[in-house]
């Protein structure tokens, strides 16, 4: 349910609506708008009617939430939700790009991918230290190491590290290190530690599942956004199909789609979409097109030699070249890339 205050409310009308949300069993969850603002009631509401709602001082209009999804819809939050990350937002106008190798493989490689990202024009740095493989026998990641390196590389850049988190007994030592939580396909349904990540205030990087429907990957955002996290970014990286020339499928549709159905940020993998370098820039420059708000891609000095995923890498002079391309479609489309706030030599 949503309860829509009248323009000119007052704070004590407010409260008054927050305690009879309350009274009934239920979370409130606010959005404040320019004149008015949004109580989006949230829980197991047994009243057959909103009349207890509609008559409290203050109120325009209230409404049950149609969508499973209650805090992604756009019924609860009209607006696109815009939040910073540590010198750019995400979410509005501004295309974010995150840049980085699928592993942190050494100090050195880790710091020439960072300087080489943000000269092109990478907002901020991906990079995995825990790496959900396949096999048991292929490089499992770096560990605390590896955040370290991811630590002394955002120093010397000014960018912001995005990290995938594998289970909640890593919390704890990651958010010593990291700026934003990335989800993974394989754990978009790890609901425990969907709740944990709820429970913090850092932002949260949620990827699609394998084969994931759309509403699947809305009510894993739910989940986070219920234990009063409302920095979530959702990610189209492609879906299995029965196709084998690709890695994935990549889902231009649901860019669009999801823009319309919840006011969270939608970016786009182009690198595990594809599977395939060839391929990264003319579906990054596809996803673009269809409104996406950021790029997570995967960039690697020598992907020859990378330890995974270098096949779908690429190498930073790639990259820039498709940063420009994508930037000559956002202005386009009145958008543009988020602009780099720190020069190199000022750090972070």
Known sequence: ??????PGYTPEQLEGV???????????HLTYGVETAIVAAVGEFHVPALDPFEILDGVETVKRISQPFKLGSRQAHPENSVFPIDGFNVGGDDIVIIAGPCSVES?????????????????????????PRTSPYSFQGLGEEGLEYLAEARELTGMPIVVEIMSQVQLELMLKYVDVFQVGARNMQNFNLLRMLGETRK????????????????MSAEYILAGGNKQVILCERGIRTFETATRNTTDINAIPVLKQLTHLPVILDPSHATGHVDYVPPIARAGIAAGADGLIVEVHPDPTRAVSD???SL???AFAAMVKQVKAIAETMGRRIAPVHAPLEAGR
Not at 1 to 6: D, H, N
Not at 19 to 27: C, D, E, Y
Not at 107 to 131: D, P
């Open 18 to 28: 927050v305690a009879a949300v309350k009274a009934h069993g239920l979370t409130p």
């Open 107 to 131: 100090r050195s490689q880790i710091l020439e991918t960072a300087q080489a990202a943000r000269e092109a024009g990478a907002n901020a740095l991906r990079g995995g230290v825990f790496k």
């Open 315 to 317: 190498k930073p002079e």
């Open 310 to 312: 270098g096949k779908q």
């Open 203 to 218: 932002t949260v990087l949620l990827k699609r599942g394998l084969s994931a429907t759309i509403e699947e990957l809305l």
């Open 1 to 6: 349910m949503i309860v829509v205050m009248k």
